[in-house]
């Protein structure tokens, strides 16, 4: 996967939330493609390619951004369902979230979450964290190759 070809897959469903993200995120020079999705539900559809996301890119994105609190289905049990799939277990996933909650915070990073981020209240640190996370995500991270084009063994094999 070129960088021509990475985007974030930002999971939120509080509309003034991810317009602060897609805003601090486009600021920098070289802003990633953003994909947003509202909750848990369009969170794996957009990820398995069904409905109305079967046309996404080929690729899987560079990072997922995932809240916790999410309606229809939470972001633990999205972390669960993508860590537990061998076609997108190696996407990384960060918990961008205002939940301190010590249980959430835990059983995220027992599923596999690679990254757990509280979301800060003053917009500038909030911006800078984001600037952070893009940095690192998009540009210093190099994810094992993508699973998502290998067939999967036909009979449990």
């Known amino acids: 996967m070129n960088s021509i070809e990475k ?3 930002l999971a939120e469903d509080d509309s ?20 947003h999705v509202k909750d848990g539900v369009e969170t794996l559809d957009f990820l398995h ?6 046309r996404r890119p080929a ?3 560079a990072v997922v951004l995932l809240d916790v609190k999410m ?16 076609r997108l277990r190696t996407i990384p996933i960060v918990m961008l979230t ?7 915070v835990s059983e995220s990073y027992r599923l596999g ?16 964290v984001l600037e952070h996370l893009e940095a690192f995500w998009m540009h210093i991270n190099h994810p094992p190759p ?12």
């Not at 979450?113 to 800078?128: D, G, I, Q, S």
Request: net charge neutral; glycine share 8%; hydrophobic share 40%.
């Open 49 to 54: 390619g069904r409905g109305s996301f079967s």
């Open 16 to 35: 003034f939330v991810a317009e602060l993200v897609m805003h601090a995120l486009s600021k920098h020079p070289t802003a990633p493609k953003i994909i």
């Open 71 to 86: 309606p229809r289905l939470d972001g633990i049990e999205v972390l669960r369902q993508v860590k537990g799939d061998e």
């Open 113 to 128: 979450v690679n990254a757990y981020v509280v979301k800060p209240v003053e917009f500038r640190r909030f911006a800078m």
């Open 7 to 9: 985007y974030i897959l």
């Open 98 to 104: 205002s939940s301190h909650d010590e249980r959430d």
């Open 146 to 157: 993508e699973t998502r084009s290998l067939p999967l063994a036909a009979g449990g094999e």
């Open 59 to 61: 690729s899987n994105p």
